[in-house]
């Protein structure tokens, strides 16, 4: 297990995160794939994505789509979390919340890398909410507004956003994939989205 960098100092988690995992980063990415915090086999390896959830996304997810298996094997995927050390449990979920929450993420920001990657893939409701958090709390005040179901994850699913040169995907995070393994083809779909194979359309509301 590694030790927290001095630059972790002050960080709301600096006390109580176990250990500390830096993200995988190669040297000229097209892909990042964004997941939410290491678990326990990640801190004691000291790397992201290496455990259940990480099998799921090789193995499950991946494979299904060359282009990104490809992109690994050729060292052009880089694996990294919003936050570089397991959290502890708050309802039954590995993730902090409220102020703690974002302390933590924008101390953690100091070592975010993406490179030159033309695709970032957000996995999982943090990474989503990490980039993209006005415009989602925009769309979560609308549907509140029209009385709709908050969408979600799931309800995201595929969406992509263009934002500083980059094509950001929408996708569900492994472990989720991993507790109902009835949605991993819509992870891989998802993925697929990120290499131009294939595109999803949102349903339109029509007034009749």
Not at 88 to 115: D, F, M, S, T
């Amino acid at each position: 297990m590694l030790d927290k960098p001095a630059q972790c100092i002050g960080c709301s988690l600096y006390l109580k995160g176990k250990g500390f995992v830096p993200d995988e980063v190669v040297p000229n990415p097209d892909y990042v794939i964004m997941a939410e915090a290491p678990g326990s086999t990640e801190v004691t390896e000291g790397r992201p994505l290496i455990g259940k959830a990480g099998f799921v996304l090789r193995e499950w997810i991946m494979k299904a789509v060359p282009q990104i298996q490809l992109a690994y094997e050729q060292k052009k995927v880089s694996l990294c979390n919003v936050l570089r050390c397991q959290p502890p449990e708050i309802q039954g979920r590995p993730y902090p919340k409220g102020q703690e929450k974002l302390l933590a993420e924008v101390h953690c920001k100091q070592y975010l890398n993406l490179g030159n990657a033309h695709t970032v893939i957000m996995c999982g409701e943090s990474p989503q909410r990490f980039f993209f958090s006005p415009e989602l709390e925009a769309e979560d005040a609308t549907d509140r507004m029209l009385g709709h179901e908050l969408k979600g994850v799931m309800g995201r699913l595929g969406r992509i956003y263009s934002r500083e040169g980059r094509k950001w995907v929408f996708a569900p995070h492994p472990a989720y994939v991993l507790r109902q393994p009835v949605f991993t083809q819509h992870a891989q779909e998802a993925f697929k989205i990120a290499t131009g194979q294939d595109t999803w359309v949102e349903p339109v509301m029509v007034q009749w």
